[in-house]
């Protein structure tokens, strides 16, 4: 059976390589459009051939409606997926699920009692370097993690090519971080592993905008091992890298080739090339298969919560300068 799918705004940057996504999959295909904004919904509408709703809550009583894709301002967020779930459509969004802990919490608790199928794009969990990475922690090879940092920076601001309401501190919660810097969030707490205790960020504003494009998170944890996580809008060369060391070894990936590289006690003098694996189906293509399926996107979840915390916490640490545990975040 085909899942029919109410397209909720095109204010993401990446909103139409989802509405792709969804073209292009056997299974699903966009049947609706609403937006916030009347005249970029008529003109997605239009373009696609599908009807436009002028009410979100008119689209979402359509009976032919199955699902939702979420690319709505990140303030709007618990909006229009309370009211998703409250109308019990399965949601695919954007990330992150929301900017804090409290609005997460609220989402979450409609979307378990309505027991509809939630998934958030974290894409770069199914990355070849991400599963490879993973195995390696796994087996140990590095001995005891010390230190993880992720970098992900492009040049956005400083070009000119982000559009002008992602520098919104109203719609976006946040810059750099929010945004670019999710990615490298996310994976420095997969690898890492463990609770996170606090966070202590730093924020740059090398373009004067009213959110920050330049960022660095230091995540510190009861192990002793640390996290760096940086980001910017500013940057025309900078390479997405990790790096992940432990007592026993250090893993590269990105510095500048998309190579993964491996020096370890236990393999001998130098650095060695590790293969990568296929990487693993897109997470829009698990959020079908978990509709289908009716499984549950569990370790999409966790870390998209972990997610939200870390950034919380990163924004009042700019803010406050200071750093913020976990463990004061509003419920």
Same mark, same amino acid.
């Given at each position: 059976?085909?899942?029919?799918?109410?397209?909720?705004?095109?204010?993401?940057?990446?909103?139409?390589?989802?509405?792709?996504?969804?073209?292009?999959?056997?299974?699903?295909?966009?049947?609706?459009?609403?937006?916030?904004?009347?005249?970029?919904?008529?003109?997605?509408?239009?373009?696609?051939?599908?009807?436009?709703?002028?009410?979100?809550?008119?689209?979402?009583? =359509?009976?032919? !409606?199955?699902? +939702?894709?979420?690319?709505?301002?990140?303030?709007?967020?618990? &909006? *229009?997926?309370?009211? $998703?779930?409250?109308?019990?459509?399965?949601?695919?969004?954007?990330?992150?699920?929301?900017?804090?802990?409290?609005?997460?919490?609220?989402?979450?608790?409609?979307?378990?009692?309505?027991?509809?199928?939630?998934?958030?794009?974290?894409?770069?969990?199914?990355?070849?370097?991400?599963?490879?990475?993973?195995?390696?922690?796994?087996?140990?090879?590095?001995?005891?993690?010390?230190?993880?940092?992720?970098?992900?920076?492009?040049?956005?601001?400083?070009?000119?090519?982000?559009?002008?309401?992602?520098?919104?501190?109203?719609?976006?919660?946040?810059?750099?971080?929010?945004?670019?810097?999710?990615?490298?969030?996310?994976?420095?707490?997969?690898?890492? =592993?463990?609770? !996170?205790?606090? +966070?202590?960020?730093?924020?740059?504003?090398?373009?004067?905008? &009213? *959110?920050?494009?330049? $960022?660095?998170?230091?995540?510190?944890?009861?192990?002793?091992?640390?996290?760096?996580?940086?980001?910017?809008?500013?940057?025309?060369?900078?390479?997405?890298?990790?790096?992940?060391?432990?007592?026993?070894?250090?893993?590269?990936?990105?510095?500048?080739?998309?190579?993964?590289?491996?020096?370890?006690?236990?393999?001998?003098?130098?650095?060695?090339?590790?293969?990568?694996?296929?990487?693993?189906?897109?997470?829009?293509?698990?959020?079908?298969?978990?509709?289908?399926?009716?499984?549950?996107?569990?370790?999409?979840?966790?870390?998209?919560?972990?997610?939200?915390?870390?950034?919380?916490?990163?924004?009042?640490?700019?803010?406050?300068?200071?750093?913020?545990?976990?463990?004061?975040?509003?419920?």
């Amino acid at each position: 059976m085909t899942i029919r799918i109410g397209k909720i705004s095109y204010w993401h940057v990446h909103a139409w390589d989802y509405t792709r996504q969804a073209q292009e999959h056997p299974d699903t295909e966009i049947a609706a459009v609403w937006d916030e904004i009347p005249s970029r919904g008529q003109e997605a509408a239009a373009k696609l051939g599908v009807p436009f709703f002028a009410n979100l809550d008119d689209m979402l009583r =359509d009976g032919g !409606i199955d699902a +939702v894709i979420v690319d709505a301002p990140t303030n709007r967020h618990q &909006e *229009v997926m309370t009211a $998703a779930a409250k109308a019990r459509k399965h949601i695919f969004t954007e990330k992150v699920i929301a900017p804090t802990l409290r609005e997460v919490n609220a989402i979450l608790e409609e979307v378990h009692k309505a027991g509809v199928k939630l998934t958030v794009s974290l894409p770069r969990l199914n990355d070849a370097y991400t599963l490879a990475i993973q195995d390696l922690l796994r087996r140990n090879v590095l001995g005891r993690l010390t230190q993880v940092r992720v970098r992900l920076s492009h040049n956005g601001a400083t070009a000119g090519w982000l559009p002008e309401h992602f520098f919104s501190l109203e719609q976006c919660g946040g810059g750099a971080l929010i945004d670019l810097g999710c990615h490298p969030m996310y994976l420095t707490r997969l690898f890492l =592993d463990e609770p !996170i205790v606090d +966070v202590t960020a730093q924020f740059g504003y090398i373009t004067n905008k &009213e *959110v920050e494009d330049n $960022a660095v998170s230091v995540l510190s944890t009861h192990s002793g091992a640390i996290g760096i996580v940086e980001a910017g809008f500013v940057n025309a060369f900078s390479p997405f890298s990790v790096e992940v060391h432990g007592t026993e070894g250090t893993l590269l990936y990105g510095t500048p080739d998309n190579r993964l590289l491996l020096r370890a006690k236990e393999l001998g003098e130098g650095w060695q090339e590790i293969p990568l694996p296929e990487r693993r189906e897109s997470a829009f293509h698990q959020w079908v298969r978990h509709i289908q399926s009716g499984t549950d996107a569990e370790e999409n979840i966790r870390l998209s919560v972990e997610l939200t915390k870390l950034m919380e916490a990163s924004n009042r640490s700019a803010r406050e300068r200071r750093a913020i545990r976990l463990d004061e975040l509003e419920q």
